[in-house]
């Protein structure tokens, strides 16, 4: 009827997370991992992490993520992957060997999910560019990613995926040893009211940051893409 849009998403079956940080050289990472770790476990996430892996690592966790849940005995329901690390200037991810791993093909790896299939796949990217990177390069830098974002889904296989992106430009401005304004304000308004729309947190999240980054200080952009078809409540 007129009201099937506004159904939710069931979460009654097993929910899953992966957590992916690089901590070298990344000051300040290991309190965004803990922050995102005690969140995930207050929303019943099953959580798995690992720190500082290598390009080709970032690609082989996911798979074997994906291939846990698809051998999972009873329905999984929700998937949560943070991606953590340096970025480079398209929009790419630096694993801890400095090589390169693009967003797009670790989301295409969980949209091949079986288990998964109709269920909501959460996505966190945290590229820190700075340091060692020109820190001259503005938001403009991404516009491979900031044009896969804004196309619209090409395959089926992307349905039901959330992502949210953030450019944190400029290393020491942004992420000091106490966490990232992204995650840090994240874990706060999803402890603070959990029980609310995922969207309507992430707005929240939106408005915390612009008070946090409206000191001039700091230069950041946070990008939301979601092809959910339902609502998204982590809890009852």
Partial sequence: GSNLPAAR??????????????????????????ALGT??????FKT???????????????????????????????????????GGPQGQLLGADGREVWP???????????????????????????GHRDAGVGPAGLPWFRRWLRASPTTP?????????????????????????FIQTLVEVFRADPGREVLELLTEVCRGRGRALGRGRRKASLEIRSSLRRRLCLQA
């Fill in 104 to 130: 797009e093909a670790l989301v295409q790896e969980l949209s091949r999910c079986r288990a998964l299939c109709g269920c909501p796949k959460i996505f966190l990217l945290q590229a820190c560019r700075g």
């Fill in 157 to 181: 296989s992307h349905a039901d995926v959330l992502q949210i992106y953030a450019d944190a430009q400029g290393c020491v401005a942004y992420r000091d040893e106490t966490g990232s304004d």
């Fill in 39 to 44: 969140l995930c476990q207050a929303l019943s």
């Fill in 9 to 34: 998403y069931d979460l009654s079956g097993t929910r899953a997370a992966l957590l992916l940080s690089v901590i070298h050289g990344r000051p300040g990472a290991q309190h965004d991992v803990e």
């Fill in 48 to 86: 798995t992490l690992r720190t500082d892996p290598t390009a080709q690592a970032f690609q082989e966790e996911l798979a074997q993520f994906r291939e846990c849940l698809d051998a999972h005995r009873t329905p999984v329901s929700c998937a949560l992957v943070a991606l953590m690390a340096h």
